[in-house]
């Protein structure tokens, strides 16, 4: 019987039938025997953290939620015994450290070495890794929820605001007001690190300042106020890091969140 696959669901009618002609070879079942040596069907022995990257432009983020319902028709009621599912927000395939255009992306590469250990615990001690990411998916589309204590996973989580909205339109050198709320999921570490980028290089150079508003430095806000002196639309963007462990660069986990500024050279005054 043909597999059921969300992300492909729009493209059939009400009756569930295929809207565009379909090709006899199917490609999916192909690819999965060449990258993984056979078709995954959830039957496996032991304990896996999978992880998810919500912006992936090649393994697509519906695709771990097919495989998580794969090990659920397995292990029904026991699913959460065996598996666990991370999304990382801001994250594309790249498996590197350093991404390709880091003001608008991040790296899941940390959150598998930090996977790495929890499942180390998990099978050798006993410990429970950290939650599930919550998550709804609609035509194909994996939506997290806006705050920490309903998202779990393991990222922080940002909320930043630029004059109080998502965009702000100022003049040359007139100055405007970020303000962030940051949080990790509970249990899931402390924040170490705010830094800004104003002018979408490759480096967040403005070191930011993480007031802290829980005891268990889980919680933070950061506030910034800037101007700029040449006309043009920038995106001023916040990174965040945080960890079970401030020694441990390998597993840090950030997050990013960018606003729109709009600076014109404002009203022209004619001589």
């Known amino acids: 019987p043909l597999e059921y696959y969300e992300g492909f ?5 009400k009756n569930g039938s295929p809207i565009y002609p379909q090709r006899k070879i199917q490609i999916g079942p ?3 025997y060449g990258g993984a040596g056979s078709v995954q069907s959830g039957h496996f022995r032991g304990k896996m953290i999978l992880i998810g990257a919500l912006m992936d ?3 697509y983020p ?6 998580r319902q794969k090990v659920r028709e397995v292990f029904g009621d026991n699913e959460s015994e065996h598996l666990r599912l991370w999304y990382m927000e801001n994250a594309m395939h790249t498996d590197a450290q350093r991404t390709l255009d880091p003001p608008r992306t991040v790296s899941y590469v940390t959150a598998l070495y930090r996977a790495l250990l929890e499942l180390s615990d998990w099978v050798e001690r006993g410990i429970c890794p950290s939650d599930n990411t919550a998550y709804e998916i609609k035509d194909g589309q994996i939506t997290v929820p806006k705050t920490a204590a309903l998202r779990k ?3 922080p989580i940002i909320e930043l605001t630029v004059n109080g909205g998502e965009r702000a339109d100022v003049t ?3 100055s405007f007001d970020l303000s962030a709320f940051v949080e990790l999921p509970q249990g899931t570490g402390q924040l170490f690190r705010a830094q800004w980028n104003f002018d979408g290089s490759a480096d967040f150079a403005v070191e930011g300042t993480l007031d802290f508003i829980a005891d268990d430095h889980s919680k933070a806000r950061v506030t910034c106020t800037y101007k700029y002196g040449q006309p043009g639309t920038y995106f001023p963007t916040l990174q965040v890091t945080g960890g079970k462990d401030s020694n441990d660069p390998f597993t840090y986990i950030r997050n990013i969140c960018r606003v729109r500024v709009v600076v014109d050279v404002g009203e022209h005054i004619p001589c």
């Open 30 to 32: 192909l690819m999965a």
């Open 62 to 67: 519906w695709q771990p939620d097919w495989y």
């Open 172 to 174: 040359v050198g007139e």
């Open 9 to 13: 669901e729009i493209f059939k009618d």
């Open 153 to 155: 996973g393991i990222q």
């Open 57 to 59: 432009e090649s393994a």
